[in-house]
C-alpha cells in the first residue's frame, strides 16, 4: 500500500496511442494517476470523461494525467474513440502496477467476493514523490478536486 510521501513506484506501461510511457521520464512534471476497473462501464466513462474535459486546465498547471486499468491497448483504444476522450489510457494487462500501488484488492458485490481495481487516484509531484491519493473515488466532483490539489503544488 502506497502513502503520501513515499516514492511513487516507477513503471513503464504500454499507452493507447502506441507509445509506452515510463513514469519516472516524466519528471520534473507532476503526474495525475487513476486507476479505474474497467473500460466503458458507467462509472468509468463518467470519470475519463471529467478528467478530459478538464485537461487542458491540468495541462496548463504543468500536469499530466493517465487513466491506468487492466484492459489491453486495443480495448483502451475503442473505449477512446467511443467517448472522444483526450485523456491518455495506460494498460496494465498484467497487473503489476495496481499491486505496486495497491488498487488491486478484495470486492464484493451482490455478495459475491472478487479481485478488481478500487478506483483510486494518485498525485506525484515533480520529485516523483506521492503528495496525495484517493481512495475508494467517488465520481463526481472528483476530477475538480484533482485539479485543484495539482495548483496547489
Avoid at 502506441?18 to 476497473?37: C, H, I, N, Q, W
Avoid at 475503442?78 to 488491486?104: I, Q
Amino acid at each position: 500500500m502506497i502513502d503520501t510521501g513515499q516514492t511513487a513506484p516507477d513503471f513503464t506501461l504500454p499507452q493507447d496511442a502506441g507509445e509506452d510511457v515510463t513514469l519516472s521520464a516524466l519528471r520534473p512534471a507532476p503526474v495525475v494517476l487513476y486507476f479505474y476497473p474497467k473500460d466503458d462501464t458507467p462509472g468509468c466513462t463518467k470519470e475519463a470523461i471529467a478528467f478530459s474535459e478538464l485537461l487542458q486546465e491540468f495541462t496548463a498547471a504543468g500536469a499530466q494525467v493517465f487513466g491506468i486499468s487492466r484492459d489491453s491497448v486495443a480495448k483502451h483504444g475503442k473505449f477512446r474513440c467511443k467517448h472522444d476522450l483526450s485523456v491518455p489510457l495506460l494498460s496494465d494487462e498484467d497487473g503489476t502496477v495496481c499491486e505496486n500501488y495497491g488498487t488491486w484488492v478484495e470486492k464484493k458485490m451482490y455478495g459475491k467476493t472478487f479481485m478488481g481495481i478500487e478506483r483510486t487516484t494518485v498525485l506525484v509531484d515533480g520529485a516523483g514523490q506521492i503528495a496525495r491519493v484517493w481512495r475508494k473515488v467517488k465520481v463526481p466532483g472528483h476530477a475538480e478536486e484533482v485539479l485543484e490539489a495539482v495548483r496547489a503544488l
